[in-house]
């Protein structure tokens, strides 16, 4: 099972781009999804994850309030809007299964092919 990340691709600092997660060889209502990301030479980290179930979510701090969240569960997809972005966004931003401990080490499984997002100053 792999989940897959596409919507990625360059932006200029202040702008929007909305990534998709979509998991469809998962049950996915009894999912616990999460997306991280990795910019060269540092460690994972989680940004946003969510309970597909009950759509309970929680944000790293670099992020909140400017990502959103949200799962559509017809088409097992998890969406990641993204608002004001900024260069120290740049990143590969990949999605996968994990629960809210292992999220905030950057763990997960299911981890399939990420997609760039290059922010510009």
């Known amino acids: 099972v792999q989940l897959q990340a596409s919507g990625g691709g360059l932006v200029q600092a202040g702008g929007s781009l909305i990534l998709s997660c979509t998991a469809s060889e998962l049950t996915f209502e009894d999912d616990i999804i999460g997306w991280f990301r990795q910019a060269p030479g540092t460690e994972r980290e989680g940004v946003a994850i969510i309970s597909v179930g009950d759509e309970s979510a929680r944000y790293a701090g670099s992020v909140k309030s400017r990502f959103t969240i949200s799962s559509d569960k017809a088409k097992k997809t998890v969406y990641l809007q993204m608002n004001g972005l900024l260069p120290e966004d740049t990143a590969v931003y990949s999605c996968?299964?994990?629960?809210?401990?292992?999220?905030?080490?950057?763990?997960?499984?299911?981890w399939g092919q990420g997609t760039l997002v290059t922010v510009s100053s």
């Open positions: 996968a299964s994990t629960d809210f401990a292992r999220f905030s080490l950057g763990m997960g499984d299911d």
